[in-house]
Each structure stands twice: as C-alpha cells, then as structure tokens.
C-alpha cells in the first residue's frame, strides 16, 4: 500500500460546480495533512492545512479530515478556471525522535472548464 | 516578506558532473527541506535540517548530500550524475523543525537536466 494515494484523475469539472479531492494515507500515527496547488511548470503553493478530524473552511476551499478512516479531502465550491492545476495531498509522517518526512501523493490534475 | 529563494533557476549538466544547488529559507524559518520532483510524480523528500543539523533523509544514494549555513541557507550537492538526476529540485522552509503542525513552504525550484 502508497504510503499517500490520491484518486488518479485528471478531474474535469465545469465552471461553477464544486471539485471534490480525495487522499487516503497509510500510516495511522500521522498528525498534519495538507493540499498544495501546483500549476503547470511551477513549485507547489500550500493553499490548506488540517490537523483535526472535520471541516475547515478558507474562502472556496474545505478540508475534511477523517483519521479513522485515514482519508483526507479537498473541496473546491465555485470552480474557476483559474483553480485548473494539479492538487497534491502530504502528510506529515512521523520518523522517530523529532523527526518527521513530508510525503506527498502523486497529485490529481483538475481542469476547469469555462 | 521575500518567500523562499533558489538558485540557479535552471541548469543543464552532462552524465558524471557535479552539480550545487542552493536554497535560502524565508526569513526567520529555521527549517530547509529538499524534495526531487520528476513529471508526474508528487515531491520525495531527500534530506530535512533544522539548526545546521540532519534532522531527516529520504531513501536517495549517498551522491547526494547537503549542508545548512549558519545563516539557514542551504545547499544541496549532487555527485556523479545520471540521466535519471534530471528533476525539478524544491527546497522548502519552515519555521521550525518539520513536525506536528509545521507548514513547509516551497521556493520555485531549479530544473536540472541532465544529458
């Protein structure tokens, strides 16, 4: 089992209708998730972060986080154009001592249509 | 508030060269992370510092490498180089060290091919 597993996509939505994300982890001690927006030829940018199980809200953005189902999601309501990237979900993993290693999934392309 | 830079911003080298990359975290971060970035893939974290020290590493061979300055730049060497090095190369800063809640924040990355 991926130690992060997002769903493959790509996604197309049109504009106006809500994208909805998914990411499952493996590793039950996790504490911190985050989704990044990565578009085409550029580094990621970190749009949110969740660290207790519910919703949280940023303007068009809602993460859902579920630790008991390990599964983390990203909901986009509104879709613009402008959101049409690829989504990357990373999950802070513990290492031992003090340490933890940010691992991410392979992403999942959105494209938005006008 | 300057975000994370990195230079260069891209480069081009031949199999068997050595390449430096180097990184300057956000002002007041104390964390440096570096991630290899290949089309298609998510970012795998290579090597973590925090105070000048190792704090974490990725499974990478060791012709990779990296040091923290006292200043919390960072750079990141590769020896050796193969075909398969060509990536986009992200350093990331935090505030401190990487766990718990801490947010890492990327630079834009330097593309490094190799031919």
């Known amino acids: 089992q991926k130690e992060v597993e997002q769903n493959s996509g790509p996604l197309s939505v049109p504009e106006g209708a809500i994208a909805s994300l998914n990411c499952t982890y493996s590793?039950?001690?996790?504490?911190?998730f985050f989704w990044y927006r990565q578009y085409s030829g550029k580094s990621p940018e970190l749009i949110m972060s969740?660290?207790?199980?519910g919703d949280k809200e940023d303007g068009r953005f809602t993460a859902q986080l579920n630790k008991a189902s390990q599964y983390v999601s990203l909901l986009i309501r509104d879709s613009q154009p402008s959101d049409s990237a690829t989504y990357l979900c990373?999950?802070?993993?513990?290492?031992?001592?003090?340490?933890?290693?940010?691992?991410f999934g392979k992403g999942t392309l959105l494209t938005v249509n006008p | 508030d300057a975000g994370v830079t990195q230079s260069p911003t891209h480069l081009i080298k031949t199999r068997g060269q050595h390449v430096t990359l180097r990184c300057s975290p956000i002002?007041?971060?104390?964390?440096v992370s570096w991630y290899q970035q290949v089309l298609g893939q998510g970012p795998q974290f290579i090597f973590q510092?925090?105070?000048?020290?190792?704090?974490g590493r990725g499974n990478f061979p060791d012709r990779f490498s990296a040091r923290q300055f006292p200043n919390y730049s960072s750079e990141l060497n590769v020896n050796a180089l193969l075909l398969g090095d060509s990536a986009l190369y992200l350093c990331?800063?935090?505030?401190?060290?990487?766990?718990?809640?801490?947010?890492?924040?990327f630079g834009p990355g330097t593309r490094l091919t190799v031919l």
């Open positions: 510092y925090y105070e000048k020290e190792e704090r």
């Open positions: 002002s007041g971060h104390k964390s």
């Open positions: 990331a800063s935090s505030y401190r060290l990487a766990g718990g809640d801490a947010e890492q924040f």
């Open positions: 990373a999950v802070n993993r513990y290492c031992g001592g003090s340490n933890y290693k940010l691992t």
């Open positions: 969740i660290y207790s199980n």
């Open positions: 590793d039950r001690v996790s504490q911190s």
